[in-house]
T-cell receptor, first 113, second 114 residues
Framework: QQQVKQSPQSLIVQKGGISIINCAYE??????FPWYQQFPGKGPALLIA?????SEKKEGRFTISFNKSAKQFSLHIMDSQPGDSATYFC????????????FGGGTRLMVKP | DAMVIQNPRYQVTQFGKPVTLSCSQT?????MYWYQQKSSQAPKLLFH???????NEADTPDNFQSRRPNTSFCFLDIRSPGLGDAAMYLC?????????????FGDGTRLSIL
């Protein structure tokens, strides 16, 4: 059972545009929502994370928006750059379940120059 | 400086021939994880160690085993690799299992089966 659904599977954005990736979760007990960025041939790297007590978190050009009632969260990449081209995974975890990550299916982002 | 190091980066083995992948960490983290990632898919957790305590995921095949001789090193053993085991294998670490400690991933070992 996929507990975190991610969309779209792939995304093409022009340089300077806004990239938006959405995730929806089922388990209301999840209490930590990280986003990972993965370049080809590399392992995933933590990009930004949010806890459900806040509705938005911003780090540079990356923003997470969190809607607890809708059980949805999204990643916004402002002023997208070709160097942002990568696969992005949302995830969710449960503190009292041993920090195990439930990943979304991933979004392959291509930013065109 | 790489903090989670996986060796080798690429491994080729024959169908049915045992293979061992290795992971080392300089973070002194208590938890080490092994994931399998197939092309265009999310990483799938195989098992993890909290210190010396081994925790297997329910759907991890018996063909996959792991060893953690000390804090810094962890090994993934595939006893009889099948064609379906060709994948990227990722090692990750976290400081602890509580407080949503972030996981730090290595760059993986890409395993090919001939």
């Amino acid at each position: 059972q996929q507990q975190v659904k991610q969309s779209p599977q792939s995304l093409i954005v022009q340089k300077g545009g806004i990239s938006i990736i959405n995730c929806a979760y089922e388990n209301t007990a999840f209490d930590y929502f990280p986003w990972y960025q993965q370049f080809p041939g590399k392992g995933p790297a933590l990009l930004i994370a949010i806890r459900p007590d806040v509705s938005e978190k911003k780090e540079g050009r990356f923003t997470i928006s969190f809607n607890k009632s809708a059980k949805q969260f999204s990643l916004h990449i402002m002023d997208s750059q070709p160097g942002d081209s990568a696969t992005y995974f949302c995830a969710a975890s449960l503190n009292n379940a041993g920090n195990m990550l439930t990943f979304g299916g991933g979004t392959r982002l291509m930013v065109k120059p | 400086d790489a903090m989670v190091i996986q060796n080798p980066r690429y491994q080729v083995t024959q169908f049915g021939k045992p293979v061992t992948l290795s992971c080392s960490q300089t973070l002194n983290h208590n938890v080490m994880y092994w994931y399998q990632q197939k092309s265009s898919q999310a990483p799938k957790l195989l098992f993890h160690y909290y210190d010396k305590d081994f925790n297997n995921e329910a759907d991890t095949p018996d063909n996959f085993q792991s060893r953690r001789p000390n804090t810094s090193f962890c090994f993934l053993d595939i006893r009889s690799p099948g064609l379906g085991d060709a994948a990227m294998y990722l090692c990750a670490t976290s400081r602890d299992l509580t407080d949503n400690q972030p996981q730090h991933f290595g760059d993986g070992t890409r395993l090919s089966i001939l």
